[in-house]
């Protein structure tokens, strides 16, 4: 991708601050704050938007190991762990694995069969 210029970089930087600032610490189970949160970032969302990029939303799970330590045991040998990876993307973007893989886009309806040089997938 080309790198944004510097001027872009910075307000595109402060949107991102904007909306991620305190995400990480509402809770699931606080309604008011998340009703709060969502309308104080209505408006960084939008300028992103007006600059036609989308966010691409990347779901993980992994398995991490527990081990004993001394007088600890954990009640099992391992923990689910979820994590949620967000990528600014252009709104019609496209990326390639490597150069024999087919073009892919930034959406849930890609289809991967097609091969580069088509305008689908």
Same mark, same amino acid.
């Given at each position: 991708?080309?790198?944004? $210029?510097?001027?872009?970089?910075r307000?595109?930087? =402060?949107?991102?601050?904007?909306?991620?600032?305190?995400?990480?610490?509402?809770?699931?189970?606080?309604?008011? #704050?998340?009703?709060?949160?969502? =309308?104080?970032? $209505?408006? +960084?969302?939008?300028? #992103?938007?007006?600059?036609c990029?989308?966010?691409?939303l990347?779901?993980?799970?992994?398995?991490?190991? #527990?081990?004993?330590?001394?007088?600890? $045991?954990?009640?099992?040998?391992?923990?689910?762990? $979820?994590?949620?990876?967000?990528?600014?993307?252009?709104t019609?973007?496209?990326?390639?694995l490597?150069?024999?893989? +087919?073009?892919?886009?930034?959406?849930?309806?890609?289809?991967?069969?097609?091969?580069?040089?088509? =305008?689908?997938g």
């Open positions: 991708m080309v790198p944004l $210029k510097d001027e872009f970089h307000e595109v930087s =402060d949107l991102l601050d904007q909306i991620f600032t305190d995400r990480d610490v509402i809770g699931p189970d606080e309604p008011e #704050l998340w009703s709060s949160h969502t =309308d104080f970032i $209505k408006q +960084p969302l939008e300028r #992103l938007f007006d600059f990029f989308s966010f691409f990347l779901d993980e799970q992994r398995d991490v190991i #527990l081990h004993s330590s001394g007088m600890l $045991k954990p009640e099992s040998d391992h923990m689910e762990l $979820k994590v949620r990876h967000f990528f600014l993307v252009q019609h973007g496209c990326f390639q490597n150069h024999t893989q +087919p073009l892919h886009r930034f959406s849930e309806q890609c289809m991967a069969n097609f091969p580069p040089e088509t =305008d689908q």
